[in-house]
């Protein structure tokens, strides 16, 4: 794999939950760790093999940038960029002309900070489903509690229903036994 390459695979995953400017600058620092790290003597293949999978640090990152003031990711506090990611009309699937055509490529084709990669990509940042989402428990607990509700209203009903031929004349009687005391005072 390349720089570029590498690059490239970093954003896909990180533009599907960060703002742009998150992947810029992310993508900004790990062109230049890569750069210096290749200055020190490093070849490219065994800097990129330290780093590890594009998709492990994008995971990474985006929950250190989600987590909120406790950073703890998938708690109350997280940030939600949805707004900032897909505010612009882009929708997950759609185009966001994030990868392009022959932008200037430097060392090994590396990122350049104009926002473009160089290669074939299709300029699509893919399906942003798949991954783990965090729900608010507060529309799950109404669920719950409705179904729970509704099972217990059923059990009664079917118990009621199987008693009826008994309790109906059971209590037909104790109606004639009220009546007749109060009618005896």
């Known amino acids: ?75 109350e506090d997280d940030r939600d960029f949805r707004s900032e990611v897909y505010g612009s009309g882009n929708a997950p699937g759609q185009s966001s002309g994030w990868f392009g055509g022959d932008s200037s490529q430097g060392y090994d084709g590396g990122y350049q900070g104009s926002g473009n990669f160089g290669g074939d990509q299709t300029g699509s940042r893919g399906d942003a489903g798949g991954g783990f989402h965090v729900y608010n428990l507060g529309c799950f607990s109404v669920i719950l509690f409705a179904l729970i509700l509704m099972c217990v209203i059923s059990l009664l009903g079917s118990i009621l229903g199987a008693l009826s031929p008994i309790l109906a004349p059971i209590c037909m009687v104790m109606l004639v036994m009220w009546l007749l005391g109060r009618r005896g005072r």
């Not at 490093?42 to 406790?70: M, Y």
Request: glycine letters at 6%.
């Open 1 to 75: 794999m390349t720089k570029r390459d590498y690059l490239a695979k970093l954003s896909e995953y990180l533009s599907y939950e960060l703002p742009e400017r998150l992947v810029v600058k992310n993508l900004e620092y790990y062109s230049e760790y890569i750069d210096s790290e290749v200055s020190g003597g490093k070849n490219v293949s065994s800097v990129l093999e330290d780093l590890g999978d594009p998709q492990l640090i994008a995971r990474s990152i985006i929950d250190a940038a989600k987590s909120g003031a406790d950073g703890i990711p998938y708690t």
